[in-house]
C-alpha cells in the first residue's frame, strides 16, 4: 500500500511531530521503502513507510517489521561508547509498528558517499574511510556476543529473505549467462554452492550487531561527518554483511568510474579494514579468522552479481554500462565466491592479511 504524500503529513500531525500546514516530498533513491522529507516552518524530519516488500522491487516480499527493527537500532547505537566525533546516527523521534512507519531526524541535504567521493581526494577518502572504520569496529566488538542483543535483533525474516535474493540466486543467474566451456562451468558451480552454504549460515544467530546495509547511498557526508542511516536490515549476525558489503560497493564504484578515478574507493577501503581490524582481531581466533576472511570475498561476491547482473540493477552503477563491463564485474564476483583469487578485495591490504595471517 501506497501513502499519499497527505496520509504521510496527517500520521505526523496525530503524533504532534508537524502542523496541519506541513508539506511532505517523497524523495528518490529509496530502494526499500517509500521515504518522505516534511517540511513545517523551517523544520524538516524524515518519515518511512515499510510496504509488505521491497518497494523498488514489489515481487519481492519483505517484513514491514524492518522498520521495528530500525526503530530499535537507533535507540541502541545511540547508547554504545562508540566514536562520535565524526559518525552518528539520526535521533528516532515516532514509531508506529502497526502501520509500518517511523519519524527520524533529518540529518539535512548531505550528498551522500556516492556522490561525495568523485570530487573528494584520495586523503579525504582515506580519512573517512578510518572515522567510518574505526566507528564500525567500535560498533561490532562492543556488541560481540552479547546476549541480550542477539535477542533484541533476531531480524530472520530479513535475513531469509537475503538467502533468496542473494545468495540463492547466484545458481540461477549464473546459468543464465552462457559460459565459456566446461571450465567455467564448474567454476560457477563452485561460486554457486559457496554462495548458497553462505546464505544458510547467516540464519543462524550471528557474533556481532551488523548494521547489514551498509552501502555508499547509506552514508551521508557532510564537512568531515558521516550520518549513517538506513538501518532497516539490522540484525545479530556476521561482520562481513557489513565489512564486505561497503568494500563490495566500493570496487564497483572505481570499476564503472563512478568514484572519479584516482584511487578513491580504493583508499576508503584500505583505510576502512584497517581501522577495523585492530578492533575485532583479539577477539578472533585463527579459524574464525581465516573462515571470516572466506565469507567476505563470498558475500562481496555475491552482492556484485546481484548488482551487476541481477535484480538490483536498474537505478544503480551498471545500469546502462557496455556489456563488457558487466560481463567483467560477473568475472570477478564468481572468482570471490569459487575462491580462485583468495581473499581478492581485500589483497594487498596489510592489516587484513595480517589479520587473515594471525598477526592482527
Given at each position: 500500500?501506497?501513502?499519499?504524500?497527505?496520509?504521510?503529513?496527517?500520521?505526523?500531525?496525530?503524533?504532534?511531530?508537524?502542523?496541519?500546514?506541513?508539506?511532505?516530498?517523497?524523495l528518490d533513491g529509496g530502494l526499500?521503502?517509500?521515504?518522505?522529507?516534511?517540511?513545517?516552518?523551517?523544520?524538516?524530519?524524515?518519515?518511512?513507510?515499510?510496504?509488505?516488500?521491497?518497494?523498488?522491487a514489489p515481487e519481492i516480499p519483505?517484513?514491514?517489521?524492518?522498520?521495528?527493527?530500525?526503530?530499535?537500532?537507533?535507540?541502541?547505537?545511540?547508547?554504545?561508547?562508540?566514536?562520535?566525533?565524526?559518525?552518528?546516527?539520526?535521533?528516532?523521534?515516532?514509531?508506529?509498528?502497526?502501520?509500518?512507519?517511523?519519524?527520524?531526524?533529518?540529518?539535512?541535504?548531505?550528498?551522500?558517499?556516492?556522490?561525495?567521493?568523485?570530487?573528494?581526494?584520495?586523503?579525504?577518502?582515506?580519512?573517512?574511510?578510518?572515522?567510518?572504520?574505526?566507528?564500525?569496529?567500535?560498533?561490532?566488538?562492543?556488541?560481540?556476543?552479547?546476549?541480550?542483543?542477539?535477542?533484541?535483533?533476531?531480524?530472520?525474516?530479513?535475513?531469509?529473505?537475503?538467502?533468496?535474493?542473494?545468495?540463492?540466486?547466484?545458481?540461477?543467474?549464473?546459468?543464465?549467462?552462457?559460459?565459456?566451456?566446461?571450465?567455467?562451468?564448474?567454476?560457477?558451480?563452485?561460486?554457486?554452492?559457496?554462495?548458497?552454504?553462505?546464505?544458510?549460515?547467516?540464519?543462524?544467530?550471528?557474533?556481532?550487531?551488523?548494521?547489514?546495509?551498509?552501502?555508499?547511498?547509506?552514508?551521508?557526508?557532510?564537512?568531515?561527518?558521516?550520518?549513517?542511516?538506513?538501518?532497516?536490515?539490522?540484525?545479530?549476525?556476521?561482520?562481513?554483511?557489513?565489512?564486505a558489503h561497503l568494500v563490495a560497493?566500493?570496487?564497483?564504484?572505481?570499476?564503472?568510474?563512478?568514484?572519479?578515478?584516482?584511487?578513491?574507493?580504493?583508499?576508503?577501503?584500505?583505510?576502512?579494514?584497517?581501522?577495523?581490524?585492530?578492533?575485532?582481531?583479539?577477539?578472533?581466533?585463527?579459524?574464525?579468522?581465516?573462515?571470516?576472511?572466506?565469507?567476505?570475498?563470498?558475500?562481496?561476491?555475491?552482492?556484485?552479481?546481484?548488482?551487476?547482473?541481477?535484480?538490483?540493477?536498474?537505478?544503480?552503477?551498471?545500469?546502462?554500462?557496455?556489456?563488457?563491463?558487466?560481463?567483467?564485474?560477473?568475472?570477478?564476483?564468481?572468482?570471490?565466491?569459487?575462491?580462485?583469487?583468495?581473499?581478492?578485495?581485500?589483497?594487498?591490504?596489510?592489516?587484513?592479511?595480517?589479520?587473515?595471517?594471525?598477526?592482527?
Open positions: 500500500m501506497t501513502h499519499t504524500p497527505e496520509e504521510v503529513v496527517g500520521w505526523a500531525v496525530e503524533r504532534g511531530l508537524v502542523g496541519p500546514g506541513a508539506v511532505a516530498v517523497r526499500l521503502n517509500e521515504v518522505y522529507r516534511l517540511s513545517d516552518a523551517g523544520h524538516t524530519l524524515i518519515v518511512k513507510h515499510a510496504p509488505a516488500a521491497v518497494a523498488s519483505l517484513s514491514p517489521a524492518r522498520l521495528s527493527f530500525e526503530g530499535r537500532a537507533l535507540t541502541a547505537v545511540p547508547g554504545l561508547d562508540l566514536p562520535r566525533e565524526r559518525v552518528r546516527t539520526p535521533a528516532l523521534l515516532a514509531l508506529d509498528a502497526e502501520a509500518a512507519m517511523l519519524a527520524m531526524e533529518d540529518l539535512g541535504p548531505r550528498a551522500d558517499a556516492l556522490a561525495w567521493l568523485p570530487a573528494a581526494s584520495q586523503e579525504e577518502a582515506a580519512s573517512m574511510g578510518a572515522a567510518l572504520g574505526g566507528w564500525l569496529g567500535a560498533l561490532h566488538r562492543q556488541t560481540f556476543g552479547d546476549a541480550a542483543l542477539a535477542a533484541a535483533f533476531d531480524n530472520g525474516d530479513v535475513q531469509r529473505t537475503r538467502k533468496l535474493v542473494q545468495y540463492d540466486a547466484v545458481g540461477p543467474l549464473l546459468e543464465a549467462r552462457p559460459a565459456r566451456g566446461p571450465a567455467e562451468v564448474q567454476r560457477r558451480r563452485m561460486a554457486a554452492a559457496a554462495a548458497s552454504v553462505l546464505g544458510e549460515l547467516l540464519l543462524a544467530r550471528g557474533m556481532c550487531l551488523v548494521m547489514g546495509d551498509l552501502w555508499p547511498r547509506s552514508l551521508l557526508i557532510e564537512g568531515e561527518g558521516i550520518g549513517v542511516i538506513d538501518w532497516e536490515l539490522v540484525h545479530f549476525g556476521q561482520p562481513e554483511q557489513d565489512l560497493h566500493l570496487w564497483m564504484a572505481a570499476h564503472v568510474g563512478a568514484d572519479g578515478g584516482g584511487g578513491r574507493a580504493r583508499a576508503l577501503a584500505d583505510a576502512l579494514l584497517t581501522a577495523w581490524v585492530p578492533e575485532l582481531a583479539h577477539v578472533l581466533d585463527e579459524r574464525a579468522r581465516q573462515a571470516l576472511a572466506r565469507r567476505c570475498a563470498v558475500h562481496a561476491g555475491a552482492e556484485i552479481l546481484v548488482r551487476a547482473a541481477g535484480p538490483f540493477v536498474q537505478g544503480y552503477l551498471y545500469a546502462g554500462v557496455p556489456t563488457a563491463m558487466v560481463e567483467e564485474a560477473v568475472d570477478f564476483a564468481v572468482g570471490q565466491m569459487s575462491g580462485g583469487e583468495g581473499v581478492g578485495l581485500f589483497t594487498g591490504i596489510a592489516a587484513f592479511e595480517a589479520l587473515v595471517d594471525g598477526a592482527g
